[in-house]
C-alpha cells in the first residue's frame, strides 16, 4: 500500500495551465493508518482515469535527493506528469511553511501554479495550514478516520482545532476493514457528528465504507473530489520554449 519513496525532481518551461483540483486532507502527528488510506484512495483516483494525481505530504521535509514543493515553487515551475501510471507522492514541508509564511490572497495561487500541471492534488497537511491557505475558499477539508485506538479522538481534535482557525465544513471518511466493522465505524461517526454539534456548534459530513470492497473506495473516491477546489492558474507567456530533458522518479516525468 505504501509508495516506494517520495519523487519531485526537475524543472519545465512555462505552459498555459487551467489549474489543478486542491483537496486538503488534515493531517495528525499520531495518523498511521489514516496514510495507507490516503495512498489507497489517490491510487483509486488514479485507476478511475483521473491522470496526474499528486499527494503533497507536508509531514516530509525536501531533501537535495528528495526535492519537492519547495524546489518548484522556487523555480515557478513543477514536475509533469507524463504517462502516469502510479500516483505520485513528493514532500511538501518546507514548501508549505514557506507559502503559510508568505500569506496573502495568492498563497493559495503560488500553490496551484507549481502543481498546475497535475489534474488533481491530495494535500496532506496539518489544520493550522490548510485554515492559512483555504479560508474563503468553496472547500471541505477531509478527515480520515479508520477504526483503532483514539480514532474517534483524533478525529474530533483536527475538527476542533480547523474550526477554531477557519470556518470550513469537513467531511470525515471513515474507512473499515472489513465489512464487520461497518456497523461499529457508523456508530462512531454518529457520535463524532453528536458531540460536534454540541460542543463545536457544527457537525461535518460523514461517511462510512468498506476499504476491502474497491467499488465502494471508488465511489468515495469520487464523492470526496465534489469537496476539492479548482483554482484557476494564469497562463504565462511562452516567450521560447527550451529543449527538454526527461528524467523519471518512480512514474513520474521531470522536465
Do not use: I
Amino acid at each position: 500500500m505504501w509508495p516506494d519513496a517520495h519523487q519531485g525532481a526537475g524543472l519545465l518551461g512555462f505552459v498555459p495551465g487551467q489549474g489543478p483540483r486542491l483537496l486538503p486532507v488534515l493531517s495528525h502527528p499520531g495518523a498511521t493508518l489514516e496514510l495507507e488510506v490516503l495512498w489507497q484512495l489517490a491510487r483509486t483516483l488514479q485507476d478511475a482515469g483521473h491522470g496526474g494525481t499528486l499527494v503533497l505530504d507536508a509531514g516530509a521535509t525536501e531533501r537535495a535527493a528528495e526535492p519537492g514543493l519547495a524546489q518548484w515553487l522556487q523555480a515557478q515551475t513543477g514536475a509533469w506528469p507524463e504517462g502516469v501510471r502510479e500516483f505520485a507522492v513528493v514532500p511538501a514541508a518546507q514548501g508549505m511553511a514557506d507559502l503559510v509564511a508568505r500569506g496573502g490572497a495568492r498563497a493559495l495561487e503560488h500553490l496551484a501554479d507549481a502543481v498546475r500541471h497535475f489534474s488533481l492534488v491530495l494535500l496532506y497537511a496539518p489544520p493550522v495550514q490548510v485554515a492559512a491557505l483555504f479560508a474563503g475558499r468553496c472547500v471541505s477539508p477531509l478527515v480520515l478516520n479508520v477504526p483503532g485506538d483514539a480514532a474517534l479522538l483524533r478525529s474530533y481534535a483536527l475538527l476542533k482545532r480547523t474550526m477554531s482557525l477557519a470556518p470550513l465544513r469537513c467531511t470525515v471518511a471513515g474507512v473499515a476493514w472489513r465489512p464487520d466493522d461497518l456497523p461499529v465505524l457508523r456508530n462512531t461517526l454518529q457520535v463524532l457528528r453528536q458531540r460536534c454539534q454540541q460542543w463545536l456548534g457544527e457537525s461535518p459530513r460523514t461517511v462510512a465504507v468498506d476499504g476491502s470492497d474497491e467499488e465502494a473506495l471508488g465511489t468515495l473516491a469520487l464523492q470526496l473530489m465534489e469537496g476539492a477546489c479548482m483554482v484557476q492558474v494564469a497562463p504565462a507567456p511562452l516567450a521560447h520554449e527550451p529543449q527538454r530533458a526527461t528524467t523519471r522518479y518512480h512514474e513520474c516525468s521531470m522536465v
